[in-house]
């Protein structure tokens, strides 16, 4: 299994940026893809972006171009960095691990990990 421990979000106005961090411990050799995730009031989770061992890239059309996602491998430390905050981005924010599915040791535990959540608010 693995442990997602989560840096603090923070308060911010319009425009500025915050970048959030995520590590993993335990493990981390199974894990194949992070990400975050985020939940605002009212609505629903909404994946903001991943990236996968190989490096392959996600993001949400709600994020593209002001967000951006990045893993440390050495440091099974996942970041995202974000730029132009609107008051839309205000959510708590969770890290999220996947394990793969091509190895013994990881078919055998839980696939699916979390993060506590951390809450970004951005001011207009």
């Known amino acids: 299994q693995v442990q997602l421990v989560e840096s603090a979000g923070g308060l911010v106005q319009a425009g500025g940026s915050l970048t959030l961090s995520c590590a993993a411990s335990?493990?981390?050799?199974?894990?194949?893809?992070m990400g975050w995730y985020r939940h605002a009031p009212g609505k629903e989770y909404e994946l903001v972006a991943n990236?996968?061992?190989?490096?392959?890239?996600y993001y949400d059309d709600s994020v593209k171009g002001r967000f951006t996602i990045s893993r440390d491998n050495d440091k099974n430390t996942v970041y995202l960095q974000m730029n132009s905050l609107m008051p839309e981005d205000t959510a708590v924010y969770h890290c999220?691990?996947?394990?793969?599915?091509?190895?013994?040791?990881?078919?055998?535990?839980?696939?699916?990990?979390w993060g506590q959540g951390t809450q970004v608010t951005v001011s207009a």
């Open positions: 999220n691990a996947r394990f793969r599915s091509v190895q013994a040791l990881c078919t055998m535990l839980p696939s699916d990990y």
């Open positions: 990236i996968g061992s190989d490096g392959f890239l």
């Open positions: 335990g493990d981390t050799i199974c894990i194949s893809t």
